[in-house]
């Protein structure tokens, strides 16, 4: 799941959440693409993507905070 705002015509990403519906384990393979590669991959992007909108400015980027949540079975 994505959490997204638009504004000014642009759709703007600031949180993502990865969920299984099985805990497969702290060593399991999808637990570990899903938390440790593919979600802070995608918060790098929105990260990205939210700078673009702001010009890259050194004031407003110190404020930014992109959220995550990974849950596998009954773990968070």
Excluded: C, F, Q
């Excluded at 959440?17 to 693409?33: C, N, P, Q």
């Amino acid at each position: 799941m994505i959490i997204r705002k638009a504004s000014n015509g642009i759709a703007l990403e600031y949180g993502g959440t990865e969920t299984s519906a099985i805990y497969d384990s702290d060593l399991g393979k999808k637990r570990m693409h899903d938390e440790e590669l593919k979600l802070p991959k995608t918060m790098r992007d929105m990260l990205l993507m939210i700078a673009e909108d702001i010009k890259w400015d050194s004031e407003k980027l110190k404020e930014i905070e992109i959220v995550g949540y990974a849950h596998s079975g009954n773990k968070v």
